[in-house]
């Protein structure tokens, strides 16, 4: 019987290791983020929560929406640590023609990084800030939570 015991004990004890691994191997891969502002509307409206799996740059693709650290030079008191953005243009693709006074003479995005458009034309993207830098990216949003306002337009792209 003190076996039977012990045995439980061992396999409740495994049991909860494997899930304490599965879950900290979740908030590894995926983090939320929360939409603040209208950059991103009709498609999200602020207070949107995103489900975002952390990737690298090199796997997104144009149309993703994305979400990384605001750009140096651009952070002021009212603006969020983390913007959500469109891809715009990726590694080899040619600099839209809106974003070109951003980027100066350059034609084509250089390995590393990303130009991104707000979904609102209002928006502060890469036609204030130029390139997003693979350091600063966190990853590609894969579905809202609990959307807040009335936000119609494209789900992201994964």
């Known amino acids: 019987m ?16 494997a899930a304490w691994s599965a879950i900290a191997a979740v908030r590894h891969r995926y983090t939320v983020v929360q ?12 207070g949107d929560r995103l489900l975002v799996r952390r990737a690298r740059l090199g796997t997104v693709k144009r149309g993703d ?3 990384f650290r605001t750009p140096p030079g651009h952070q002021a008191a009212d603006t969020p ?8 243009a990726i590694p080899g693709d040619g600099v839209p023609a809106d974003m070109r006074p951003a980027v100066g003479d350059d034609t084509e995005v250089p ?20 390139y997003i830098d693979a350091d600063g990216f966190r990853g590609v949003a894969v579905r809202r939570f609990g ?7 494209q789900p992201p792209s994964r």
């Open 2 to 17: 003190i076996w039977t015991v012990i045995w439980a004990v061992i396999s409740a004890a495994v049991c909860a290791l």
């Open 35 to 46: 939409v603040d502002g209208t950059s991103m509307a009709p498609t999200f409206a602020d």
């Open 65 to 67: 929406v994305v979400v």
């Open 81 to 88: 640590p983390w913007l959500v953005k469109r891809a715009a």
């Open 111 to 130: 390995a590393g990084r990303l130009m991104v458009r707000g979904d609102n034309p209002r928006s502060l993207d890469s036609r204030n800030f130029g």
């Open 147 to 153: 959307q807040t306002g009335p936000a119609g337009g």
